[in-house]
């Protein structure tokens, strides 16, 4: 029987070694309880810092018609969307092309607005993601994608890379979760999440600008195809 317990204490301690081992190559993070979007949002100084760096976005893109045409009775709208790069406003990110029909086309986004004590310089910021394009007769939920929801706007492309992988795909994910819990709201200085629907009569020879200000108002500034 001696022989027999000896035997199960080495067998108790190699299982035990092995555990150790495990942890040691796989690191402490399997073992972690995964971080929430109110952690994220309240201990991370480098997502502080990342949302400080959000400039006055202004011009954010443009629409453009292609062709209207009648088909069966129907007009047709043909325009081509582009988003433009943060630092550079001839760079274009996001370009993609969408038939509605009727000339009235509604632009969707998400807008995020920050207070001046979620960054670290004191001043307003707002971050949007495009949603959808739709026209005046669709309902909204059939109208077409323009970003993915739950993945990186392409234009904050970059913008969060101090942050862990894991992190990022967090926050990308889960900050909407908060538009209907105003204490988290309040507690993360965030003034508001929402949506925000802008529309337009569309015609040729016109190009449709998309602008944002600090505080998260969305508008279309209507110039002269040159």
């Known amino acids: 029987m001696a022989f027999l317990r000896g035997k ?8 035990g070694a092995l555990f150790v081992a495990a ?12 971080m929430t979007i109110h952690e994220l949002l309240t201990e991370n100084k480098q997502l502080k810092q990342a949302i400080t760096n959000l400039t006055d976005e202004d011009q954010i893109g443009y629409a453009k018609v292609i062709s209207q045409r009648n088909e069966e009775g129907r007009l047709r709208t043909t325009i081509r969307f582009v988003e433009t790069a943060r630092d550079d406003k001839t760079k274009k990110i996001l370009q993609k092309e969408y038939t509605v029909e009727g000339d009235v086309v509604h632009f969707d986004a998400l807008i995020v607005t920050f207070g001046d004590r979620m960054v670290m310089d004191g001043k307003s910021r707002a971050l949007y993601i495009w949603r959808r394009i739709y026209g005046e007769r669709m309902a909204p939920g059939d109208g077409f994608l ?4 739950g993945a990186e706007p392409k234009r904050y492309a970059g913008l969060l890379q101090m942050l862990p992988a894991e992190h990022q795909q967090l926050f990308w994910t889960h900050i909407w979760d908060l538009a209907n819990d105003p204490e988290q709201l309040r507690a993360h200085d965030i003034k508001a999440i929402y949506g925000s629907v802008i529309y337009h009569k569309l015609q040729e020879g016109l190009i449709y600008v998309f602008k944002i200000s600090p505080m998260g108002h969305l508008y279309p500034e ?3 195809d040159m």
Request: glycine residues 12%; aromatic residues 8%.
């Open 23 to 34: 942890a040691a190559l796989v690191g402490p993070g399997l073992y972690r309880r995964a």
């Open 146 to 149: 323009i970003e993915e929801p």
């Open 222 to 224: 209507v110039v002269p």
């Open 8 to 15: 199960i204490r080495l067998l108790s301690y190699g299982v």
